[in-house]
């Protein structure tokens, strides 16, 4: 039985890591999806068959411009005909001592990993209220929501703001039926995390890989996360399975924050 069959997903962050194997996961258990990067549109159609391209629409463009919200969900009605799940994953990382003026890195940080989801989020849960039969709403949060690091303030404080923004949209839109969830991640494999082995080798003065190596040893069970291990999380989020959820983030992070 596939989980997710005739439901339609908009999935931000797609052009690889954790986007492209959720919207893979999608596929698989029958959902059809708009995938949304800043990537060229072939080049987010790459990864997958030509039998999954038959239930995919690639969308290239950049969440930071206004205009380009509500155009996500008009292309997803547009080709597809609804929109039932929205997985705000699209995501930027930067690092820094407290005390440097970043105040370049701060506007791109919030402007990416807070104004465009919760933007994306309001479009998408009108789109929802219109059709009148509910809907998912999934918000990629991360286990650095949950705590302060001397060095990554401002991501930090966006993906609080992300679990935050996800509580209080939960209780917005539970009189419409929307789920409104989170997952945090924790660290996870992917090639974002070779940049931010790269600034911690910088400001720690560390070998490159060293951090990479001591995260992912001092994981509970022993690993980084791959890409895949979100997508079971995800499809659970995103089915009939999780009706009774909502107002939650949880935490897929291999034991790193227990909550």
């Given at each position: 039985?596939?989980?997710?069959?005739?439901?339609?997903?908009?999935?931000?962050?797609?052009?690889?890591?954790?986007?492209?194997?959720?919207?893979?996961?999608?596929?698989?258990?029958?959902?059809?999806?708009?995938?949304?990067?800043?990537?060229?549109?072939?080049?987010?159609?790459?990864a997958?068959?030509?039998?999954?391209?038959?239930?995919?629409?690639?969308?290239?463009?950049?969440?930071?411009?206004?205009?380009?919200?509500?155009?996500?969900?008009?292309?997803?009605?547009?080709?597809?005909?609804?929109?039932?799940?929205?997985?705000?994953?699209?995501?930027?990382?930067?690092?820094?001592?407290?005390l440097d003026?970043?105040?370049?890195?701060?506007?791109?940080i919030?402007?990416?990993?807070?104004?465009?989801?919760?933007?994306?989020?309001?479009?998408?849960?009108?789109?929802?209220?219109?059709?009148?039969?509910?809907?998912?709403?999934?918000?990629?949060?991360?286990?650095?929501?949950?705590?302060?690091?001397?060095?990554?303030?401002?991501?930090?404080?966006?993906?609080a703001?992300?679990?935050?923004y996800?509580?209080?949209?939960?209780?917005?839109?539970?009189?419409?039926?929307?789920n409104?969830?989170?997952?945090?991640?924790?660290?996870?494999?992917?090639?974002?995390?070779?940049?931010?082995?790269?600034?911690?080798?910088?400001?720690?003065?560390?070998?490159?890989?060293?951090?990479?190596?001591?995260?992912?040893?001092?994981?509970?069970?022993g690993?980084?996360?791959?890409?895949?291990?979100?997508?079971?999380?995800a499809?659970?989020?995103?089915?009939?399975?999780?009706?009774?959820?909502?107002?939650?983030t949880?935490?897929?992070?291999?034991?790193?924050?227990?909550?």
């Amino acid at each position: 039985m596939m989980e997710l069959a005739k439901k339609v997903a908009i999935v931000t962050g797609a052009g690889s890591g954790i986007g492209m194997a959720i919207a893979k996961g999608y596929v698989a258990e029958g959902a059809k999806c708009l995938l949304v990067d800043v990537k060229p549109e072939v080049e987010l159609l790459e990864a997958f068959t030509l039998e999954e391209r038959a239930s995919l629409q690639a969308l290239s463009l950049d969440l930071n411009d206004r205009a380009n919200i509500q155009r996500v969900v008009d292309v997803a009605v547009e080709r597809f005909g609804r929109v039932d799940i929205l997985l705000n994953n699209a995501a930027v990382f930067d690092m820094g001592p407290l005390l440097d003026d970043s105040w370049d890195s701060y506007e791109r940080i919030f402007a990416v990993n807070v104004r465009s989801m919760f933007f994306l989020m309001q479009a998408a849960a009108r789109q929802m209220v219109a059709q009148g039969e509910g809907g998912k709403i999934i918000n990629m949060a991360s286990q650095a929501g949950r705590r302060g690091e001397a060095l990554v303030a401002h991501y930090c404080a966006s993906k609080a703001a992300v679990i935050s923004y996800t509580q209080s949209s939960a209780l917005a839109l539970a009189q419409h039926r929307i789920n409104v969830n989170g997952i945090a991640p924790g660290v996870v494999d992917t090639p974002m995390w070779d940049k931010v082995d790269a600034l911690f080798a910088k400001y720690e003065n560390l070998e490159p890989g060293q951090k990479k190596r001591q995260v992912g040893e001092a994981v509970p069970m022993g690993r980084m996360g791959i890409p895949d291990d979100f997508i079971g999380a995800a499809v659970f989020l995103a089915s009939p399975a999780s009706d009774y959820v909502t107002a939650q983030t949880l935490n897929v992070d291999g034991g790193n924050w227990m909550s």
